[in-house]
């Protein structure tokens, strides 16, 4: 058992990767498998640096592929593991990530996006927005919440264990290098306290009892002979996945209600349009922001309803359009006009978004 | 809403993210609304190192904002990168110690400090980010005096109490930089 370093409320002012480590350690996570990447390696870091006082466990794997499937086996061993990665690692630990989601393995992952393609930045970017919500070879079988900020990094660190285990999906918390990064103040707390229990996490593997007298075989399978075997199977998780997922949508409405214009945005560019919808307001226009927390699943039925009582919608993204290309196939039907902001590997200011919002309002009032 | 938002580059090495460190500890201390991010390449040496931070009273919203209210850069390399930064309403500090060229982006206020040759004239090279921050904290005056010498402290406290000339010095560096730019809050 670890022991939990938060007991009571406490105001810290910490870089995003250290409210992670923490988050883990209050959701009483016992063990860590990882291999080093910018910018997510101070999770690694502060884990390690609090073990003396935790007593959980760290393995530093030769890779991201090995990292993964170790996350794997210490599930499989009843621990409640997670693991952290970005850029080039996320793509390498897609073999694993697609295992999970093929046997319904509880695996959590912090992702740090930075720039891409391949080695790139080592900053910030939300290019790894398709890859974390449907890379692998499947059908992405994940859940992913994206976070704009470090309460989010807190609050979602600690859900994506629960979520995990409650429904066996892959549970990804997908933020990125800026919220690695950067400081600034955030509330940390003991789970119990905001009416939070942890889900248990039953060893899969090496169970207690005699299989047949005391309990059933446990068979998880990434193998199948024949196709219509692997169709039924997939099926089955798709039934799974629809249920699941209007328990587990999340969105957030910022001035939305009588928005003309709607800002679709998620994660830290999400909290840059805030300031875009302020400053929009002060000028008389009538911005408001959808911003998705869980962007696989996507909240479709409200974000449907946003869109279609706007005006003009803007996606923005420091990508080329990863979520706007989501979010597009669930709008299909919808006639509401929409323009784009995209910012490939760099971060999206509130000014880049009053701007473009007032050429939009200016080419409507041409039209 | 008041927000502060100051852009600090130069070169890796230089103590750019150092300084950003104590500054905003020291809002933070101060019961200010923060948020830094640090901004590098792969290099460990050498590279243009910049840090972003914004100090406000209000909960801040955008991580990354276009134009900074303040930007001092620290070499050459340093007033390339921070041009994209600057707006007419930007005061840039450069030190003409150490850079050979001058901020040439429309602004404010351009102001030239010398602290590189006087840290290294008068006190020690290794203060020379301090001074820095002397000249900082009297530019954007959102802070007091007390509030960054209480953040050196939890900077560097353990370093200062094995050596108490150290505090010494670094309290001058930060008394000779804020010394070096006429008005406050610029």
Redesign the interface.
């Given at each position: 058992m670890v022991k939990k370093l938060i007991t009571q409320d406490t105001r810290m002012?910490l870089t995003g990767n250290e409210v992670i480590a923490y988050a883990a350690n209050a959701a009483e996570a016992e063990f860590m498998y990882g291999y080093p990447i910018?910018p997510q390696n101070e999770i690694m870091h502060t884990w390690c640096k609090l073990l003396p006082k935790t007593e959980a466990g760290f393995l530093q794997t030769e890779d991201e592929i090995s990292a993964g499937f170790s996350t794997i086996g210490g599930i499989l061993a009843g621990k409640r593991a997670f693991t952290a990665t970005a850029g080039p690692g996320n793509v390498i630990m897609q073999d694993a990530q697609s295992m999970a989601e093929m046997m319904r393995i509880p695996f959590v992952c912090a992702v740090m996006q930075r720039g891409g393609p391949s080695t790139a930045?080592?900053?910030y970017a939300q290019q790894e927005t398709r890859l974390t919500c449907f890379g692998g070879n499947g059908e992405g079988f994940r859940i992913v919440y994206s976070t704009a900020?470090h309460q989010d990094l807190y609050d979602y660190m600690i859900k994506s264990f629960n979520t995990a285990w409650k429904y066996r999906f892959p549970t990804f918390m997908l933020a990125d290098g800026?919220?690695g990064?950067?400081?600034?103040?955030v509330t940390l707390y003991d789970p119990k306290s905001r009416g939070i229990t942890m889900e248990p996490t039953p060893a899969a593997l090496r169970a207690p009892g005699v299989i047949g007298v005391d309990r059933e075989a446990t068979h998880l399978r990434n193998t199948f002979n024949l196709e219509e075997e692997l169709m039924e199977q997939l099926d089955k998780y798709q039934i799974d996945y629809d249920k699941m997922s209007k328990e587990v949508e999340e969105y957030l409405e910022y001035k939305a209600e009588d928005a003309e214009v709607l800002i679709i945005a998620h994660g830290?560019v999400a909290?840059?349009a805030?300031?875009?919808v302020?400053e929009l307001r002060a000028k008389g226009i009538k911005a408001g922001l959808f911003r998705p927390i869980t962007i696989r699943p996507l909240p479709v039925e409200p974000m449907r309803k946003a869109v279609k009582r706007a005006k003009q919608v803007l996606f923005t993204e420091s990508a080329n359009g990863q979520l706007a290309q989501m979010c597009l196939e669930k709008l299909y039907g919808l006639t509401t006009p929409y323009q784009t902001l995209f910012k490939m590997g760099v971060?999206?200011?509130?000014?880049?978004i009053v701007a473009k919002v007032e050429t939009m309002v200016q080419e409507m009032a041409n039209v | 809403m008041a927000r502060t938002k100051i852009v600090l580059a130069g070169e890796g090495g230089q103590g750019v993210q150092s300084v950003a460190k104590i500054l905003v500890e020291a809002g933070y201390e101060a019961g200010k609304e923060i948020l830094y991010i640090p901004n590098f390449g792969v290099e460990q040496r050498g590279g243009v190192s910049v840090a972003f931070c914004q100090i406000a009273d209000e909960k801040i919203g955008e991580p990354r904002f276009a134009k900074g209210d303040i930007i001092i850069a620290l070499s050459d390399r340093a007033i390339a990168r921070c041009e994209t930064y600057t707006s007419e309403n930007s005061v840039v500090v450069y030190d003409s110690s150490v850079c050979t060229t001058k901020p040439t982006a429309k602004c404010k206020e351009v102001i030239a400090v010398e602290a590189n040759k006087i840290a290294n004239e008068q006190l020690s090279a290794r203060v020379f980010n301090i001074m820095i921050l002397g000249v900082l904290l009297k530019a954007t005056n959102v802070l007091k005096l007390e509030d960054i010498k209480n953040a050196m402290e939890i900077a560097l406290g353990k370093k200062f109490d094995a050596k108490p000339e150290l505090r010494e010095l670094n309290y001058k560096a930060l008394e000779m930089g804020m010394a070096m730019v006429e008005k406050v809050g610029v």
């Open positions: 002012f910018t930045t080592v900053i900020g800026y919220q990064k950067m400081r600034e103040p830290i909290r840059s805030m300031t875009a302020d971060g999206v200011t509130g000014d880049d | -």
